[in-house]
Every structure is written in C-alpha cells, then in structure tokens.
DNA sequence: TGAGTAAAGGTCAGTTTGACTTTAAGTCAT
DNA sequence: ATGACTTAAAGTCAAACTGACCTTTACTCA
C-alpha cells in the first residue's frame, strides 16, 4: 500500500472535531440505606451514534470561551447545575472512539453542593444515576467516569476536595460521610476528626447542628485554600488551573513514531 | 453589539484548530557543578507569530493516529528522541493563547534516558536548554513548561518515575543525583537508601560500579511496575493512559457560565 | 430522672521519618 | 605494603504519625 505524500498529507491532516464533555458528581442518599451516595447526571443521546444511550453532557467549544468557561456552560444548559468545583480531567483522542468521524472530547469534571444536587430537576433525556452502577454508555464514557471516579479518590485522599460536595457549613460527621462515600470504607471517627482538626482549610464556626437525639456536633466551614501551587492562569473564568499531583506509572514502551525526516518547524501553532 | 441567533452559532461555532506539543525533560550536567540538571529541546519558529523565538517542539495530529503517537512522532522529528516515558499533560486553550488563530494545544510531557540525551544533537533550530534558565517562549510555553516540571517534581515525590531519566542500571548515587536535581534539595544518602530498598519497582543487580576512588556502588534496576491502577487504555501503543492522584484545589467561582434554554442534546459527538 | 446516642477528646502501641553514627570496601600517594 | 581518603552501606535513636480503642460530655426521649 502506498500514498504519495501530498495525499497523505491532505487526508491525514484534516482536523478533527473537538468536544467539551463533564463529568459530575454529586451526593445523593441511597434508596436502600440512606446513607450518601455519589451520583452523576447523564443525557441520552437524541442521534446516532449511540442513539438512544446514556452520555455524557457535552457540546461544542464556542469561538470566544476558555475551555472551563465551554465546560461551565454545557453543564448548566443541560442540568442548569453551578458546580463548586470545575477542573479539566483528561483529553481523550483515541481514533476508533466514535464512529466514522474522528472526536477529540476535552473532559472536565466536577462537583456540585448536595442542595442543589437535590434540587436539578430531571426529564425525560435527563437523568440521575448512582455512579458505582452504570450501565453501558455511549462512546468510551464508561472509561471516562472510571477515570473521574479514580482521580475524584485520589484528590480526596489528598485532603481539600470532599468539602464541595456539601453545604457551606457541615459536621465533621457528614464529611466523614463523604469520604465514606467516595472511597468506599468506613473510617474511624475519632481518627477521621484528629486528621481534620489541623486540617489548613477547614476552620470551626461557633454554630452547632441541633436536633439530633445527642450531644450537638459543631459545624465546620470550608475556609479558602492556602493558594494555587500548580501556576495559577487567569482565575477571571473561575478557571482553576491545572492542578495536581499525581502518582507515578510509566509505559515500558514508547510511542509507535513514525519516522520521517527531521523537520524543525512547529507549524500548527 | 447585538448578533442574530445564526449568526452567533456560525462565528462562534467553528472549531479551532488543534495541536500537539511536548515538553520534553532530561538530565545533562551542568557546565559548572558538573551535577545533573534538567535540560528540554526547543525549536525555533520559523514562522509567525513569535517568529524567532523558542518553542516546544509539536505538530498537528494526523488523522489515523492516537494522540500520544502524534506526541511521539513530532518528537522523534524534531529531536530524533524515543522517550521512555510519555503522558499527557494538559490540555491548553485559553482563547488568546496565539494572537488571531484560536488554537487548542494538547501537551504531553516526556523523559528520555541519559544517554540519549547526549547524543541528542544540535541544530541551528533545535537547541537544548536548561529547564529552570528560559528566557520568554512563544505562545504560553513558558506557563506549559512550568506546569510540567511541577507534575515531574510531584511524579518524582510519589516514587517511580526518576528511573526514566537514567540508563537501564544506575547507583542509588546516581538515582538521588536525580532526585535532587529534580527537587532542588539536598537528600540524605542514608534515609534516601532506606526509602528505595523496599519501593517495589526497583531490584538489586549482582554487579557493581567499578572505577571510583571508593567502595564500589552496587547496580540497580527498574523492575516493570505494578499495574496500572488508572484506567489502561490500550497500551498497543505504548499510551500510559490517564494517570496518577493530584493534590486538590478549588475554583471559588464557578465558571461564567451563559445562560440559554435547556437543550439535552449534546450534538458534537 | 435515667437510658440511649453520638460528639469530642484522650491513651497507647506500632510504624514511619529525619538526623546522625559506625563499619565496609575500594583507590591513591607515599 | 601501609595508611589516608572517599563514598557505600548499615545501624541507632528520638520525634512524629497512625490505627485501634477507651472515656467523658452533652444532648433527646421515654
């Protein structure tokens, strides 16, 4: 098989489209136990491919929006959702992940306050599902809400993240829940509460949470985080940078690298 | 300023142009310590914008290729690099990133052995520098660098990603050497060997460093990591997948967000 | 008023971490 | 050959941290 190299370069170059997709989680109480569960909300698909399955919110980058901006805006147009917390995840550019054309989506992802989880209303096209029990999904969203999944466990091991899945004011209780929620494990209470005491982003109030058949718990307010260690871009769009530190895999394998004569122009951008 | 319906979804609407970019870390020593330090290829523009100044090396992403295999074939391009480790990045596109044009920049982050880098060589358009002494890049390279050397020092604390910047044995010596380039701190030789004698991913060889005016050093090896712990795509390609915990930080705000009517559709892909 | 419940704080042992010391095994100059 | 010198490699010790568990506090309800 041969091509010459202007046909090769025509066809292999046209670019391919672009998507802004989101993932969202929210805390929701589980039917069977009542206990806080994570939840994210899905749209069917309206067209083929996939029609009639389950995706995620997404649509197109406008002209004049960042990236997060693009995210924000998908996210309330189909949810009417204002998340808390907004941050890119992962570009996914696999070449066979959509039929026939070639979809590079950007995928951000985000978390929303359990009030207003409780309140986005659902239709017909939009619906709530329990994030540990999906079914099959357009495209290769599966992988993607794993991925989310995973990376949502790691910064919340990492500390200042579980908060934006509650109110503004919360007991230690209910953050224990959350972390409960999202690991998957019980943790101890007077431990959970140790860790969290000194805790940098997180101060007590002088209110308590009345009501319970028991001593009164403290509530606790999420105070602004000690700054941006990953650079910081203009935070104008509620943009929040790239952020993150991240564990450490590596691929035994390089990339496959196609070799051509050296050429030193960079000439896409 | 008021445009039609149609006319705003036309404007506004048609995709940006994509591009794939690579920053690029090894160690060289440095001319006046001798020790290691953290050098990255750049290539001059040839063209505008920012004709003449430094850049990251990239390239447009064909259309039968994974985003990873356009981030290591533009490298091997420019560089003639094999990375031994290659991972995406971020994904940047603010709207004014490079004047006129709109473009999204998918950045991957690579390391490539010592030896390597030696050979690497040196055009009139290709140039090493050293990763903490840039002067001002094209576009917003100078951002994207400092974000991949904040991932690198991040992937370096959480353990196995240092070996890729050394040859296939190497001296605990020589690991901290690059621990500590890397960090920019001092490691004590004692605590440093305590900590790397039971990481898993690293195994004892039978031989030792002979040459110096002391004990010789005994050998080690990169043993194969332990799974991926991310969701592996298919790693036909040598794609690493999305990896790796992050710390956690928060956008106060949410993102600005326009409001339109609901619409459960998401039509790019 | 006492029983029940969860909050809040404390104890204790095992583990990890940083600073430091000691011993081992080579090379080099005399 | 011997001792000075250098770094490798292993060990010591105290402080910090962690997980398991216990005690006290402060509320509600019968």
Redesign the pocket.
């Known amino acids: 098989m041969y091509f010459s190299s202007a046909n090769v370069t025509e066809r292999e170059f046209v670019p391919p489209s672009l998507a802004i997709s989101t993932v969202i989680f929210a805390l929701r109480p589980s039917a069977t136990s009542g206990r806080p569960t994570l939840w994210l909300p899905l749209v069917r698909r309206i067209r083929q491919p996939y029609r009639g399955l389950w995706a995620l919110p997404g649509g197109p980058l406008a002209r004049s929006e960042s990236l997060v901006a693009a995210a924000a805006r998908n996210l309330k147009e189909t949810t009417r959702l204002e998340p808390q917390y907004l941050e890119q995840l992962y570009c996914f550019g696999a070449v066979d992940r959509s039929p026939a054309e070639r979809v590079v989506s950007i995928v951000y992802w985000a978390l929303v306050h359990a009030d207003q989880a409780a309140i986005a209303q659902e239709t017909d096209n939009v619906r709530w599902f329990r994030a540990d029990r999906l079914g099959e999904l357009a495209f290769d969203h599966n992988e993607i809400v794993d991925y989310a999944l995973w990376r949502l466990r790691n910064k919340v091991e990492y500390g200042s993240i579980a908060y934006h899945l509650l109110g503004e004011r919360f007991?230690?209780?209910q953050l224990r829940e959350v972390y409960e929620a999202v690991l998957d494990k019980r943790l101890?209470?007077?431990?959970f509460?140790?860790?969290l005491?000194d805790a940098p982003d997180i101060e007590p109030t002088d209110e308590?949470l009345?009501?319970?058949?028991?001593?009164?718990?403290?509530l606790y307010r999420y105070k602004a985080a000690t700054g941006p260690p990953a650079p910081g871009r203009g935070l104008s769009t509620g943009e929040s940078g790239p952020a993150a530190p991240e564990q450490s895999f590596a691929s035994t394998e390089s990339g496959p690298a196609a070799v051509e004569p050296l050429q030193t122009a960079n000439d896409t951008e």
Do not use: C, E
């Open positions: 007991t230690l209780a101890d209470p007077a431990n509460r140790r860790r005491r308590y009345q009501g319970g058949r028991h001593r009164p718990p403290r």
